[in-house]
Every structure is written in C-alpha cells, then in structure tokens.
C-alpha cells in the first residue's frame, strides 16, 4: 500500500520550501530500503522534495509447525456451551425418535439415541448434545425440520 501524494502538492510544497518557480525540471528518485521499504520521492536537485512512502509487503515470521501465541489465544476462543433439549411429544413413535437423532447428530450411536429417547419420554426432557451455539442452533433446526419438539439452552456449566 502506498500513500500518494499529488503533483500538485509535492510542487507547492517545494515551492515553500526551496523557492520553486516552475520552469526548472524536478528530480525524481526511487530509494530502496532494507526490509522492502521504497520512497519514491519528486525534488529539486539538492532541494527538499515530496514523496510516496510505500509500506513494504506483511511477511509471515511464523516457524513452521509453530503457532504464535496469538494464534493460540485464537483459538482458545470458543463460543459458550449449550445444550440441545429434546422435549417429549405423543405424535412421533419412539424408533422414528431415534432413527432422527442418529442421522441428525454426528456421531450418535444406536445406545446413545435410545437413552436420549427415553429420557425424554419418561421425564418430558432429555440432554441431546452439548456444542457451540452455532451447531446447537443447526442440531435443533434440523430436528425441529423432521418434527422433533427441541430446544437449546446455554450450558452453565452445572450438567
């Protein structure tokens, strides 16, 4: 990224500052600096001049297979908890209950989804999975979409 400066600037800032009248010819000037730093600069010869400070490109100094330690702070940032409710209903036979939670959430097991169910059926109200809020959200559309009652609540951490 560059900082552009006008002609119309560079001149009447060397006309301030050097005497400038116009009918002499301006020096233009490129300077490269370590680090990729460039000044591109329009001047009298031997006079003050205006210039283009360019920023030089962002170059990654991570070591590879290490991670910084803002990256680790990153990624330690995870949405809160919640949990996915299933709420008992007297419309959804109790094996559909399961086939749904097995294809809805990933990784549920047949035990896994039978427990679920009849939690639910028993006490009105079972724990489906505790994630982020975004997948709560997903899980409870999704079987809410194959006509599951649910809901999420956030997990304060008393489960």
């Known amino acids: 990224m560059a900082i552009a400066v006008p002609q119309s600037m560079v001149v009447h800032f060397i006309r301030c500052f050097s005497g400038y009248t116009g009918s002499e010819k301006l020096q233009r000037t490129t300077k490269h600096f370590s680090g990729g730093l460039t000044i591109r600069s329009a001047a009298l010869p031997g006079g003050p001049g205006g210039g283009v400070l360019e920023r030089p490109p962002l170059i990654e100094r991570s070591s590879p297979g290490r991670e910084s330690e803002f990256d680790l702070r990153r990624k330690k940032k995870v949405s809160p908890p919640y949990r996915v409710m299933l709420h008992n209903d007297n419309y959804n036979r109790r094996e ?13 097991t ?5 427990n679920i169910m009849q939690e639910a059926h ?25 006509g599951l009652l649910s809901s999420i609540e956030p997990a304060n951490g008393n489960c």
């Open 110 to 114: 047949l035990d896994n989804a039978v």
């Open 96 to 108: 559909y209950v399961v086939q749904v939670l097995m294809k809805v959430i990933p990784g549920m």
């Open 122 to 146: 028993y006490n009105g109200l079972a724990v489906v999975i505790i994630c982020g809020q975004a997948d709560a959200e997903d899980h409870c559309l999704q079987l809410r979409g194959n």
